[in-house]
């Protein structure tokens, strides 16, 4: 018997697929300028480069409405990984991904009202979302805006680090991405997690 619980309201969901987009448009445009080939282009540079301007212009405003939607509604307290045994139970919810579940093992950690995050998702989540995030979007405006770049950085051209850092996060995130949609398939039944990211109803 399955129990529901209303857990993802409207807001969170908005910004999640809208955020899910603007990645995906960007890490094609991104992979298209980054190994740009005329003779084989994934999208034409230059149009690829408009829309990673524009696509990237508005995730730095999803992203402000994220941060400060999460501050107003107290969800950003989901991300801090609470103490004590934050390690152990990072520990105990890897070892159900990689083992427990092929054998039916219940999740470790159920998800709550209270608690949504197990331990290795908040430290996952808050690392992506407020770290990565705003080294990308930060770097991304710098590229657009390069007069704010410093000159030299350590004897290099001013760019060269912010080049360097852009396309990291850039790779991390895409990479998360990856692996995040292969975890969201580990709810209830496969589709359970994708359903409560569209509807806001979770069930366990
Ligand atoms: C097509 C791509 C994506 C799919 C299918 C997807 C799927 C999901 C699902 C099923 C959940 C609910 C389960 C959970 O809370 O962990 C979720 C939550 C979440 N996803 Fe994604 N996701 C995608 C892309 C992204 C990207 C690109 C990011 C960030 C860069 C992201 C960040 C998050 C965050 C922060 C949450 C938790 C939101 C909250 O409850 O506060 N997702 N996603």
């Known amino acids: ?11 969170i969901r908005l910004w999640h697929w809208t955020n899910a987009l603007l990645i995906i448009t960007l890490t094609i445009t991104g992979v298209s300028l980054h190994f740009a080939d005329p003779k084989l282009p994934l999208v034409e540079f230059s149009l690829a480069a408009r829309i990673h301007d524009l696509a990237g212009l508005a995730l730095v405003a999803a992203y402000g409405f994220f941060v400060i939607a999460n501050i107003v509604s107290g969800n950003w307290w989901q991300y801090v990984p609470k103490p004590p045994g934050i ?25 709550t009202l209270e608690v949504n995050f197990n331990a290795m998702q908040a430290l996952i989540y808050w690392f992506i979302m407020y770290l990565m995030m705003p080294t990308l979007l930060i770097t991304g405006l710098i590229f657009m805006f390069p007069q704010f770049a410093p000159d030299r950085v350590f004897d290099m051209d001013g760019l060269l680090p912010v080049a360097v850092l ?19 398939t580990t709810g209830h039944t496969v589709t359970t997690m994708f359903k409560t990211m569209i509807t806001g109803w979770h069930e366990h």
């Open 166 to 184: 852009h396309y990291l996060t850039g790779t991390v995130i895409v990479l998360f991405m990856i692996a995040h949609m292969y975890l969201g």
């Open 1 to 11: 018997m399955s129990e529901r619980v209303y857990l993802l309201p409207l807001w």
């Open 87 to 111: 390690l152990d139970r990072c520990m105990k919810q890897a070892r159900w991904y990689l083992w427990g579940i092929f054998k039916g093992e219940p999740h470790p950690y159920p998800v």
